[in-house]
C-alpha cells in the first residue's frame, strides 16, 4: 500500500512539476530555493561549505537533493503503511474459525 500510496504521490507531483516547466506558469519553485541557496553561501564561513552549496545549486546538485527528497519519501510513505496495518491488523476483530 505504501508503494501505491507513494505512485500516486509521484504521478501527481510529476504532473504538477511538468506544468511548472511551461513558459507561461513560470518557474518561482527553482527559482526560490536557487535564491535560499545563495544566502546560505553568503552566510557559510567555510570555503568548503561554500563550495558544497554551489554545486548544490548546479544541475547536478538540484537532481541529487531532489533524487535525495524523493527516496526519503518513499521511506516515509513505506513505513507509515507498514505501520498503519500492523496497527489495523493489531486491532480487528479477530473471530476464531470453525
Do not use: C, H
Not at 552566510?43 to 526519503?72: E, N
Request: hydrophobic share 55%.
Amino acid at each position: 500500500m505504501g508503494f501505491l500510496s507513494f505512485a500516486v504521490y509521484l504521478l501527481v507531483r510529476g504532473l504538477a512539476s511538468a506544468l511548472s516547466l511551461l513558459p507561461f506558469l513560470g518557474n518561482g519553485g527553482r527559482e526560490a530555493l536557487l535564491k535560499q541557496i545563495q544566502e546560505m553561501i553568503a552566510r557559510a564561513p567555510d570555503p568548503k561549505t561554500q563550495d558544497l552549496l554551489r554545486w548544490f545549486a548546479s544541475s547536478q546538485g538540484m537532481t541529487f537533493l531532489l533524487s535525495a527528497g524523493m527516496f526519503f519519501l518513499f521511506i516515509i510513505f513505506l513505513v507509515s503503511a507498514t505501520v498503519t496495518g500492523a496497527v489495523t491488523g493489531a486491532m480487528a476483530d479477530k473471530k476464531p474459525q470453525q
